[in-house]
Protein backbone atom coordinates (compact mmCIF):
# COMPACT_ATOMS: atom_id res chain seq x y z
CA UNK A 1 0.00 0.00 0.00
CA UNK A 2 1.13 3.57 -1.05
CA UNK A 3 1.88 5.09 2.17
CA UNK A 4 1.64 9.23 2.26
CA UNK A 5 2.88 10.90 5.23
CA UNK A 6 2.81 14.70 6.53
CA UNK A 7 4.44 15.73 9.11
CA UNK A 8 1.77 17.15 11.11
CA UNK A 9 -1.78 17.11 11.56
CA UNK A 10 -2.76 20.32 12.71
CA UNK A 11 -0.34 23.39 13.14
CA UNK A 12 -1.15 26.87 14.44
CA UNK A 13 1.17 29.87 13.32
CA UNK A 14 1.00 33.54 13.65
CA UNK A 15 0.58 36.55 10.46
CA UNK A 16 4.26 37.20 9.20
CA UNK A 17 5.91 33.81 10.19
CA UNK A 18 7.71 31.55 7.29
CA UNK A 19 5.80 27.89 7.54
CA UNK A 20 7.14 24.35 6.17
CA UNK A 21 5.01 21.79 5.72
CA UNK A 22 6.60 18.66 5.07
CA UNK A 23 5.94 15.71 2.73
CA UNK A 24 6.96 11.58 2.50
CA UNK A 25 5.95 9.00 0.28
CA UNK A 26 7.57 5.53 0.32
CA UNK A 27 6.63 4.50 -3.33
CA UNK A 28 9.02 6.12 -4.96
CA UNK A 29 6.73 7.85 -7.08
CA UNK A 30 8.06 10.69 -9.60
CA UNK A 31 4.76 12.76 -9.32
CA UNK A 32 4.11 14.62 -6.11
CA UNK A 33 1.42 17.27 -5.61
CA UNK A 34 0.30 20.15 -2.95
CA UNK A 35 -3.15 20.93 -3.12
CA UNK A 36 -5.26 22.84 -0.43
CA UNK A 37 -9.16 22.14 0.54
CA UNK A 38 -11.37 24.94 1.48
CA UNK A 39 -15.12 24.55 2.03
CA UNK A 40 -17.20 25.07 -1.17
CA UNK A 41 -14.15 25.43 -3.47
CA UNK A 42 -12.82 21.76 -3.75
CA UNK A 43 -9.18 20.74 -3.52
CA UNK A 44 -7.12 23.03 -5.36
CA UNK A 45 -3.61 22.79 -6.98
CA UNK A 46 -0.73 24.58 -5.37
CA UNK A 47 2.24 23.44 -6.99
CA UNK A 48 3.14 20.07 -8.04
CA UNK A 49 6.70 18.29 -9.17
CA UNK A 50 7.53 15.24 -11.73
CA UNK A 51 11.07 14.84 -10.85
CA UNK A 52 13.95 15.74 -8.00
CA UNK A 53 14.88 19.95 -8.12
CA UNK A 54 11.61 20.19 -10.43
CA UNK A 55 8.25 22.34 -10.00
CA UNK A 56 5.37 23.53 -12.15
CA UNK A 57 3.11 25.91 -10.67
CA UNK A 58 -0.25 25.06 -10.14
CA UNK A 59 -3.64 26.71 -10.55
CA UNK A 60 -3.02 29.15 -6.80
CA UNK A 61 0.59 29.46 -6.29
CA UNK A 62 0.79 32.48 -5.05
CA UNK A 63 2.50 33.08 -1.37
CA UNK A 64 4.07 29.07 -1.73
CA UNK A 65 6.88 28.14 -2.97
CA UNK A 66 8.27 24.05 -2.70
CA UNK A 67 11.00 22.09 -2.79
CA UNK A 68 11.91 18.84 -3.40
CA UNK A 69 15.91 17.87 -3.08
CA UNK A 70 14.78 14.40 -2.31
CA UNK A 71 12.85 11.85 -4.84
CA UNK A 72 10.83 10.91 -1.41
CA UNK A 73 9.90 14.41 0.35
CA UNK A 74 8.26 17.23 -1.06
CA UNK A 75 7.70 20.19 0.94
CA UNK A 76 5.68 23.15 0.97
CA UNK A 77 6.61 26.67 1.90
CA UNK A 78 4.56 29.52 2.95
CA UNK A 79 6.72 32.53 2.77
CA UNK A 80 5.19 35.31 4.82
CA UNK A 81 1.78 33.37 6.38
CA UNK A 82 -1.41 35.16 5.63
CA UNK A 83 -4.58 34.52 7.66
CA UNK A 84 -6.17 33.62 4.32
CA UNK A 85 -3.54 31.00 4.00
CA UNK A 86 -6.04 29.04 7.14
CA UNK A 87 -6.72 25.78 5.01
CA UNK A 88 -6.50 22.44 4.82
CA UNK A 89 -3.42 21.32 2.90
CA UNK A 90 -2.79 17.91 1.51
CA UNK A 91 -0.51 16.25 -0.34
CA UNK A 92 -0.33 12.99 -2.96
CA UNK A 93 2.04 11.16 -5.03
CA UNK A 94 1.58 9.52 -8.39
CA UNK A 95 3.50 7.00 -10.46
CA UNK A 96 5.49 8.27 -13.51
CA UNK A 97 3.52 9.13 -16.58
CA UNK A 98 0.36 9.98 -17.21
CA UNK A 99 -3.19 8.61 -15.95
CA UNK A 100 -2.47 7.46 -12.79
CA UNK A 101 -4.51 7.87 -9.75
CA UNK A 102 -2.89 10.09 -7.15
CA UNK A 103 -2.57 8.68 -3.49
CA UNK A 104 -3.37 11.23 -0.97
CA UNK A 105 -1.63 11.90 2.89
CA UNK A 106 -4.16 12.42 5.53
CA UNK A 107 -3.70 16.55 5.42
CA UNK A 108 -2.46 18.98 7.53
CA UNK A 109 -4.85 21.46 9.25
CA UNK A 110 -3.03 24.87 9.28
CA UNK A 111 -4.46 27.77 11.25
CA UNK A 112 -2.54 31.04 11.15
CA UNK A 113 -3.56 34.01 13.33
CA UNK B 1 -13.54 29.08 -14.29
CA UNK B 2 -14.36 26.01 -12.84
CA UNK B 3 -13.68 23.13 -15.37
CA UNK B 4 -14.83 20.17 -13.13
CA UNK B 5 -18.18 20.90 -12.04
CA UNK B 6 -20.15 18.87 -9.26
CA UNK B 7 -23.74 20.70 -9.37
CA UNK B 8 -25.07 18.71 -6.04
CA UNK B 9 -23.53 20.07 -2.79
CA UNK B 10 -25.06 17.26 -1.02
CA UNK B 11 -27.18 14.19 -1.34
CA UNK B 12 -29.64 11.75 1.02
CA UNK B 13 -30.28 8.29 -0.01
CA UNK B 14 -31.81 5.61 2.18
CA UNK B 15 -29.56 2.58 3.05
CA UNK B 16 -29.89 -0.20 -0.08
CA UNK B 17 -31.18 2.64 -2.59
CA UNK B 18 -29.09 3.68 -5.95
CA UNK B 19 -26.90 6.53 -5.14
CA UNK B 20 -26.02 8.81 -8.03
CA UNK B 21 -23.71 11.09 -8.10
CA UNK B 22 -22.80 13.42 -10.97
CA UNK B 23 -20.01 15.52 -12.21
CA UNK B 24 -19.60 17.65 -15.64
CA UNK B 25 -16.56 19.34 -17.62
CA UNK B 26 -15.67 21.52 -19.75
CA UNK B 27 -12.11 20.51 -21.33
CA UNK B 28 -12.48 18.59 -23.69
CA UNK B 29 -8.63 17.70 -23.35
CA UNK B 30 -9.72 15.78 -20.59
CA UNK B 31 -9.00 12.05 -20.90
CA UNK B 32 -9.08 10.31 -17.75
CA UNK B 33 -11.48 10.55 -14.80
CA UNK B 34 -11.58 9.48 -11.53
CA UNK B 35 -13.65 9.60 -7.80
CA UNK B 36 -12.44 10.44 -4.79
CA UNK B 37 -13.91 9.34 -1.67
CA UNK B 38 -13.09 11.75 1.65
CA UNK B 39 -13.86 10.83 5.45
CA UNK B 40 -13.82 14.28 7.73
CA UNK B 41 -9.83 14.35 9.08
CA UNK B 42 -8.78 12.09 6.61
CA UNK B 43 -6.87 12.20 2.69
CA UNK B 44 -9.35 11.24 -0.19
CA UNK B 45 -9.29 8.04 -0.65
CA UNK B 46 -9.00 6.67 -4.56
CA UNK B 47 -12.25 4.86 -5.33
CA UNK B 48 -12.96 4.32 -9.63
CA UNK B 49 -11.30 6.13 -12.51
CA UNK B 50 -11.86 5.96 -16.27
CA UNK B 51 -10.76 6.59 -19.69
CA UNK B 52 -12.31 8.36 -22.20
CA UNK B 53 -12.02 5.40 -24.71
CA UNK B 54 -14.55 3.67 -22.57
CA UNK B 55 -18.41 4.64 -21.63
CA UNK B 56 -18.05 2.29 -18.37
CA UNK B 57 -15.88 0.90 -15.42
CA UNK B 58 -17.46 -1.25 -13.01
CA UNK B 59 -15.57 -2.36 -9.36
CA UNK B 60 -17.85 -4.36 -7.01
CA UNK B 61 -20.99 -2.07 -5.78
CA UNK B 62 -19.19 0.98 -7.63
CA UNK B 63 -20.01 1.76 -11.10
CA UNK B 64 -18.89 5.04 -13.55
CA UNK B 65 -20.03 6.22 -16.85
CA UNK B 66 -18.59 8.29 -18.91
CA UNK B 67 -20.53 10.43 -21.68
CA UNK B 68 -18.15 12.52 -23.75
CA UNK B 69 -20.19 14.31 -25.91
CA UNK B 70 -22.24 15.65 -23.20
CA UNK B 71 -19.14 16.08 -21.55
CA UNK B 72 -20.40 13.96 -17.96
CA UNK B 73 -19.66 11.22 -15.97
CA UNK B 74 -21.98 10.15 -12.98
CA UNK B 75 -20.84 7.31 -10.40
CA UNK B 76 -23.48 4.99 -8.97
CA UNK B 77 -23.62 3.00 -5.95
CA UNK B 78 -25.13 0.18 -5.81
CA UNK B 79 -26.37 -0.65 -3.09
CA UNK B 80 -25.60 2.13 -0.89
CA UNK B 81 -24.35 1.85 2.59
CA UNK B 82 -23.93 3.69 5.97
CA UNK B 83 -20.27 3.48 5.44
CA UNK B 84 -20.64 5.28 1.95
CA UNK B 85 -21.59 8.16 4.03
CA UNK B 86 -18.56 10.79 2.71
CA UNK B 87 -17.51 13.57 0.53
CA UNK B 88 -17.65 12.90 -3.41
CA UNK B 89 -14.75 14.34 -5.94
CA UNK B 90 -14.73 13.65 -9.28
CA UNK B 91 -11.29 14.64 -10.96
CA UNK B 92 -10.09 14.43 -14.34
CA UNK B 93 -6.52 14.99 -16.07
CA UNK B 94 -5.34 15.41 -19.52
CA UNK B 95 -2.47 12.58 -20.85
CA UNK B 96 1.02 14.08 -21.25
CA UNK B 97 0.12 16.73 -17.42
CA UNK B 98 2.09 14.13 -15.18
CA UNK B 99 -1.15 13.08 -13.63
CA UNK B 100 -2.02 16.84 -12.71
CA UNK B 101 -6.01 16.33 -11.44
CA UNK B 102 -8.71 19.40 -11.87
CA UNK B 103 -11.03 18.57 -8.85
CA UNK B 104 -14.94 19.17 -8.43
CA UNK B 105 -16.30 20.82 -5.40
CA UNK B 106 -17.35 17.72 -4.38
CA UNK B 107 -20.56 16.19 -3.41
CA UNK B 108 -21.56 15.00 0.64
CA UNK B 109 -23.26 12.52 0.32
CA UNK B 110 -25.49 10.89 3.43
CA UNK B 111 -26.62 7.50 3.40
CA UNK B 112 -29.55 7.24 5.97
CA UNK B 113 -31.35 3.97 8.34
Known amino acids: DVKVTQSSRYLVKRTGEKVFLECVQD?????MFWYRQDPGLGLRLIYFSYDVKMKEKGDIPEGYSVSREKKERFSLILESASTNQTSMYLC????????????FGDGTRLSIL | DQQVKQNSPSLSVQEGRISILNCDYT??????FLWYKKYPAEGPTFLISISSIKDKNEDGRFTVFLNKSAKHLSLHIVPSQPGDSAVYFCAASETGTASKLTFGTGTRLQVTL
Open chain 1, 27 to 31: MDHEN
Open chain 2, 27 to 32: NSMFDY
Open chain 1, 92 to 103: ASAPGGSNQPQH
